[in-house]
């Protein structure tokens, strides 16, 4: 007996945030010698939750015949995350935003096959991709539900414009409306936009939330400029490229402890020193402050301030110190913008480079030409950072003028009491004194009482 292979149309590249895949003819049986693979990709920075309602295939202990195989990557190269047969129900969680779903049946014991429910979900709390129109941001609900909002309570900055999905909340952010801004500068075009957290009413005892996103256009190359900022206070940050980087405050050119402490306040004039570090066992990389911005806003929108630009210094103040392996650091004298910003919040692009390749772009310096020339190996990022505030707009100075000025009014109600009180006193005396003179002069300067005269 010989058996043919069915011509089965299954499988193919799928795209998207969420999704189902079901096998051929489901919920029916299969065919037999049915064969599907299934590529899938989620957004960037994120990773992928399969669920499987129903696997109904021949059962075996070691899945030889018929299964369900998942792999956690773009092909069946990949790792092997899982491989389902049986009747069963299961839930899989793959490390990438990638995978790859395959369905095989032999030729006996056709059974219902398998269905499967797949959503993406972001590897922290938030996740943001760009593409050549629009935006996708994914939130987890758990960490919208932990600040004491829901999925309802958000939107963009066109409150019109609300979440695409509740689990995972997702927005698709088109930068032709839905209020987001765009900037073109130095031939870079700037998308950005922002989701509000907010609720009704008179008061709130929930924190102030907005997740700021921007995507940064080049002819060349796409990045993803993603934080949240709690209270007006940058509380976290998801950056794209090769390595995460950091950037803090140090309290001196020591560069031994970073400031913790947020907002970070300081004298006008004081110098301000930042350190850029790039999360790496690898000694052979530098970084390279390519462009640092800064700005009153948490979102960045105008005005900005230039402190330096494609590496060349635009401040007067601003200085760089030699970069290390993993690092780079600079500092500037502090600033506040004029119409009454207390916050300065800072922006910087960058650059990733091996400390052993002479024509990399952190050995280029100033690039005022139209393209900056890479060079061989390189690697961009994007970190933020905030509020700088100066002190003078600190709380415990705000109170103690306050209570100057409370002090002051007391005082001043206390004399102009006292000043009454006399006032009143001295009229009261000169009316009595008045009445006793006028009394005085109507009775008869002669008229004296005598004795009675006795006998």
Not at 281 to 292: G, I
Request: with cysteine; glycine share 6%; proline share 5%.
């Amino acid at each position: 007996m010989t058996f043919n292979r069915c011509d089965v149309k299954c499988g193919g590249n799928l795209r998207g945030y969420s999704g189902k895949i079901s096998s051929p003819n489901y919920p029916n049986r299969h065919q037999p010698f049915t064969y599907c693979v299934w590529h899938v990709e989620t957004p960037k920075n994120t990773k992928a939750k399969l669920s499987f309602s129903e696997v109904f295939v021949e059962p075996d202990v070691a899945c030889r015949f018929d299964f369900v195989a998942v792999f956690d990557g773009p092909t069946t190269n990949s790792p092997l995350k899982d491989v389902l047969c049986g009747r069963t129900v299961g839930e899989v969680e793959t490390s990438s935003n990638a995978f790859t779903l395959v369905f095989s049946a032999d030729y006996a014991n056709n059974y219902f096959g398998f269905s499967v429910d797949y959503i993406a979900t972001p590897k922290a709390n938030s996740s943001l991709s760009c593409s050549g129109d629009s935006m996708t941001v994914l939130i987890n609900p758990d960490y919208i539900n932990s600040l004491g909002y829901n999925a309802n309570e958000l939107t963009l900055i066109n409150k019109t414009c609300v979440a695409n999905s509740a689990n995972p909340i997702v927005f698709e952010v088109p930068f032709g409306s839905c209020g987001t801004v765009k900037k073109v500068k130095d031939h870079t075009v700037y998308y950005t936009n922002t989701i509000f957290a907010s609720t009704a009413g008179v008061i709130t005892r929930h924190r102030q939330l907005q997740i700021i996103v921007t995507c940064e256009l080049e002819s060349d190359s796409i990045a993803e400029i993603m934080y949240v900022t709690e209270n007006d206070i940058i509380q976290d940050q998801a950056e794209s490229g090769k390595y995460d980087v950091s950037l803090a405050f140090y309290p001196n050119e020591d560069f031994i402890a970073p400031v913790l402490e947020s907002p970070y306040f300081i004298e006008l004039n004081e110098s301000v020193f930042l350190q850029a570090t790039v999360q790496s066992s690898d000694p052979d990389l530098t970084v390279f402050v390519d462009t640092c911005f800064a700005s009153p806003q948490a979102n960045f929108q105008a005005p900005n301030y230039d402190l330096i630009r494609r590496g060349c210094i635009k401040d007067n103040t601003y200085h760089n110190f030699p970069s290390g392996s993993r690092y780079a650091r600079f500092n500037f004298s502090a600033f506040k913008f004029l119409n009454a910003h207390p916050s300065v919040y800072l922006q910087c692009q960058l650059v990733i480079c091996d400390i052993n390749d002479s024509g990399s772009r952190c050995n280029q310096g100033c690039v005022t030409r139209k393209r900056r020339d890479l060079g061989s190996t390189m690697w961009k990022t994007n970190a933020v950072l905030g509020p700088l505030r100066l002190k003078r707009h600190s709380e415990p100075e705000a109170a103690g003028s306050v209570s100057e000025k409370t002090e002051d009014v007391v005082k001043t109600d206390q004399t102009s009491l006292y000043v009454m009180g006399i006032s009143v006193l001295v009229i009261n005396v000169l009316i009595l004194a008045f009445v006793v003179l006028r009394y005085s002069r109507r009775e008869p300067r002669g008229y004296r009482y005598h004795a009675v005269a006795t006998h």
